[in-house]
């Protein structure tokens, strides 16, 4: 029979359109569910478009939250069918070390602030709300595994945060969710999972034959299996220091394209011999692991390292490996606005260093630059004016072949180097650009501005 509301039908594959966007922006206040309670037919197609149901964005906060998902999830489970492949994305949000990690979704939503509900607790102690929200990480992920994890080769892309420590682990439910073969899985993004060593021996993910980008970020995984066939792989440690159990994850993973590590000196990422893929490495951390001396990378033109303490040019310029003459974009990030020069002679020795991979870098066609670490660059560049070096950046093999850019990460504004600086344009733009900095007595302020920092 016609229903009145006929005349205002709208065409299936709109209506597609409109639950994808729907979808897209889902919140744990505008759930899919929604969907449903529209009209007849809204409710017909929602639930006929089962790929709409099969992806999972299970954010974990208050007590509230839990006990939604606890319903939500089987109806979701059926309504997705028995053949669309799963994407998982499950957190808990009261857990994260950094609560900056938070989702554009919950960020500011009190349902996740982490802190007691209790307003006559102390700040600092736990409400009912943390074991319930770990323990409902936990059976999600179960119930989304399936009974004998049956479920877990239709998984297509596993992003999990759970807010582990080395002290605060995962139980045996998580593990075993873990330990079914995922032939389908291609992406994998864990942070802060951590499997105590004696809650199974079972290895984890033990297939990942099909895992293309995998990101392991704080975790303490002792028998996660490798990822061999990764092409994209962001590994290492934000914020776990001490006993770090060493990373296995890409030892043989030879195909690997992008590699963003975040290393530790008390902690060892174990990486195969030679890259040959490797086109992109960034280094998030200021200390460069001694196994990159060893390892070729003969296709490496992306490059980017990071300076807060220690200068970390000496030690690049001495990996054999990286093709420095071949690099098109080196970048060199500082946070604070600052780095560690505690005198003349050491801004002396940054400079030059600095200078000499500008030498070997002649394919450069990008430097992008941030905080203290722009400023010694365009020191270093006008200081070579004043001395009448500057003949461009590269004045032997370069010549007006290609002309290098500079930019600068802070604000994303770019300038292109022409050979033409002059003492006054560099100074103009470390004014625009740094307005912290006094171009005249650069070297002070970079020694000020660290120390007024600590
Ligand atoms: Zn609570």
Not at 8 to 35: K, N, Q
Not at 112 to 123: G, K, N, S
Not at 439 to 446: A, I, T
Request: charge should be negative; aromatic fraction near 8%.
């Amino acid at each position: 029979m016609a229903s009145n509301h006929d005349n205002a039908r709208v065409p299936f594959d709109i209506l597609g359109l409109i639950f994808a966007h729907y979808a897209e922006g889902e919140t744990i206040r505008f759930p899919l569910e929604t969907l449903l309670l529209v009209c007849k037919d809204w409710n017909r197609a929602a639930l006929g478009h089962r790929a709409l149901w099969s992806r999972f964005r299970i954010y974990l906060g208050r007590e509230n939250t839990s006990v939604m998902w606890k319903a939500r999830l089987p109806q979701r489970l059926a309504r997705c069918g028995p053949d669309c492949l799963l994407d998982i994305d499950l957190r808990n949000l009261l857990d994260l070390l950094n609560p900056e990690d938070a989702t554009e979704e919950t960020n500011g939503d009190e349902l996740y602030l982490p802190l007691t509900c209790d307003p006559t607790a102390e700040w600092s102690s736990e409400c009912d709300c943390f074991d319930i929200a770990r323990q409902c990480a936990e059976s999600s992920l179960s119930g989304l595994s399936g009974p004998d994890g049956a479920l877990c080769s239709r998984w297509r892309t596993l992003r999990l945060e759970l807010g582990h420590t080395p002290s605060r682990v995962g139980s045996r439910l998580l593990a075993d969710a873990l330990s079914y073969p995922t032939p389908n899985l291609r992406m994998v993004y864990l942070n802060q999972v951590c499997l105590e060593t004696q809650a199974t021996e079972k290895t984890v993910l033990p297939n990942t034959s099909s895992v293309l980008n995998v990101t392991l970020l704080d975790c303490e995984l002792p028998f996660l299996h490798t990822f061999d066939d990764a092409h994209e792989a962001v590994i290492g440690w934000r914020y776990l220091v001490g006993n770090l159990t060493p990373l296995r994850a890409l030892h043989r993973a030879k195909q690997v394209q992008t590699l963003v590590l975040w290393p530790d000196s008390s902690g060892r990422i174990q990486l195969p011999v030679q890259f040959h893929q490797l086109k992109t490495l960034h280094i998030k951390a200021n200390y460069i692991p001694t196994e990159l001396s060893a390892i070729e990378f003969p296709l490496l033109n992306d490059l980017a390292i990071y300076w807060d303490v220690q200068n970390p040019i000496p030690l690049i310029l001495s990996c054999r490996g990286i093709p420095i003459e071949n690099l098109r974009r080196i970048t060199i990030e500082s946070p604070f606005q600052a780095i560690e020069i505690n005198s003349e002679s050491e801004y002396v020795a940054a400079s030059e260093s600095l200078l000499a991979l500008f030498r070997r870098a002649t394919s450069l066609k990008d430097m992008a630059f941030s905080g203290g670490a722009l400023a010694i660059v365009l020191k270093t560049l006008w200081d070579t004016i004043e001395n009448g070096q500057y003949k461009g950046l590269f004045p032997s093999t370069k010549g007006s072949v290609e002309l290098p850019w500079i930019i600068n990460l802070d604000g994303g504004d770019a300038f292109e180097l022409d050979g033409e600086e002059t003492v006054e344009s560099l100074q103009a733009l470390c004014i625009r650009w740094l307005p912290d900095y006094d171009p005249e007595n650069l070297v002070e302020c970079l020694i000020e501005s660290y120390f007024s920092l600590f």
